[in-house]
């Protein structure tokens, strides 16, 4: 197959984990066109780091730190790809990834895009879980409790994504925000059930794991996409969401604040389980 993905890395001061993610791309059976490293105001050394790819990537440099959403998006800027494919860096892809997603775009040209199940790991090698029981067909009333989609399983047309105007900077759950953004547009999003990511799950920071992260940003986009939510499954639809964010919290915090997030996801009347 002719080379039609540009892979976008948003990087920032993740030197300890970069080498797997590049090695990754440049090990797949079906070569990207191009790899694209955002780094995003990373520290001196760790941008130094990056010049032993400057042979197998185009490394676009931030002068300041601005955020996940803006490294990603200013990827895309700079790409050539038909499609996009996204991996952070501290993740890594199986070597048959981007041949298997790009034969299903082939195939299926009116996707918009296609996700993988993902290994989740903290020990390089030892997956503690796989996510590999999602919709075969991702739609809008599959998602109104949570996302589906890991961006680094992910690929997209980059003429989509640009439509949409990408990851929003100013939503701090970001993924979530654009996946819903895409889903009320009509867009669909084939499922491969083999664990093509490696994604890693370790207590290095990692800011998705933070209860202010789930919490104020899965506020932001019920805010954005309340009317989404209610359109495609009513009330209980933005019942659902609210409780889901309650123990999405709790589980990430301790002390008064778990007992207040339970007593929250308590109370709040759910039917998606």
């Known amino acids: 197959m002719e080379a039609k993905t540009s892979v976008v890395i948003p990087y920032f001061n993740n030197q300890q984990f970069i080498s797997k993610a ?4 440049i ?14 105001g990373s520290n001196k050394e760790a941008r130094h780091y990056l ?45 048959h990834k981007l041949a298997l ?38 739609s809008m009333s599959d998602s109104l409790v949570d996302s589906h989609i890991v961006p680094s399983s992910w690929l997209v047309k980059r003429k989509d994504f640009i439509e949409a105007k990408g990851f929003d900077s100013q939503v701090i759950a970001e993924d979530y925000d654009l996946f819903l953004t895409l889903l009320a547009k009509g867009h669909r999003y084939k499922f491969i ?8 799950r370790a207590n290095q920071g990692n800011e998705s794991g933070r209860w202010q992260y789930i919490f104020y940003g899965r506020l932001k986009v019920f805010k954005k996409h309340w009317r989404d939510l209610y359109k495609e499954g009513g009330t209980w639809a933005l019942c659902n969401n609210l409780q889901r964010t ?8 301790s002390g008064i604040l778990y007992y207040l997030f339970r007593l929250f996801a308590t109370i709040i009347p759910n039917n998606y389980k």
């Open 246 to 253: 309650f123990e999405l919290a709790a589980w990430r915090t």
């Open 51 to 95: 010049e032993q790819f400057s042979s197998v990537a185009t490394i676009v440099d931030h002068l300041s730190n601005l955020g996940i959403a803006e490294a990603r998006n200013n990827g895309v800027k700079a790409a050539k790809g038909e499609f996009i494919a996204f991996l952070d860096a501290d993740d890594y892809w199986d070597k």
């Open 27 to 40: 090990e797949q059976t079906q070569p990207a066109l191009e790899l694209i490293i955002v780094n995003d």
């Open 193 to 200: 059930a083999k664990p093509l990511v490696w994604f890693r």
């Open 22 to 25: 590049v090695s990754s791309v």
């Open 101 to 138: 997603q790009q034969q299903i775009m082939e195939s299926e040209p009116e996707l918009s895009g296609c996700h993988c199940a993902t290994n989740i790991f903290s020990e390089e090698g030892e997956a503690s879980e796989t996510c590999d029981a999602k919709p075969l067909y991702l």
